[in-house]
């Protein structure tokens, strides 16, 4: 019986050794995406403030109404990307299968914001020269 009672003891302690690694794997995956997609966001955030400069460029310009609405486009796509964010702490808190969904869907969603800034940008360059 003693025997059992070790056999048992053991198995739930390795049981328990090997959840909290699987946990600690979860918790590094999300992080990583979370990382990831931070980083993105951190390139092109500063860029908003040289679409309000190019705006008001333009503004003052002949026929750049279409690339200044497209600029103001871009801007506000960054700022509805950042108000639709969960916070990492609200992330943690999901299932992880849940959690990396969201985040690879975040991070597409910025890849398209910083997509349209970038070329928004060049355009409204493009258009002073």
Request: glycine content about 2%.
């Amino acid at each position: 019986m003693r025997i059992l009672l070790s056999i048992i003891l053991i198995s739930v302690l390795s049981n328990a050794c090997d959840n909290s690694q699987t946990e600690s794997n979860n918790t590094n995956e999300v992080k990583q995406l979370w990382d990831e997609m931070m980083v993105i966001h951190d390139e092109v955030m500063p860029k908003t403030s040289e679409i309000v400069r190019l705006q008001k460029q333009l503004r003052e310009k002949e026929d750049t109404e279409a690339i200044v609405q497209e600029l103001a486009s871009a801007e506000e796509a960054m700022w509805n990307w950042m108000n639709g964010l969960k916070q990492y702490d609200k992330i943690e808190q999901m299932d992880k299968t849940e959690a990396i969904d969201y985040l690879k869907g975040s991070k597409a969603e910025i890849e398209k914001v910083s997509q349209q800034m970038m070329e928004a940008i060049e355009e409204g360059k493009a258009k002073l020269e």
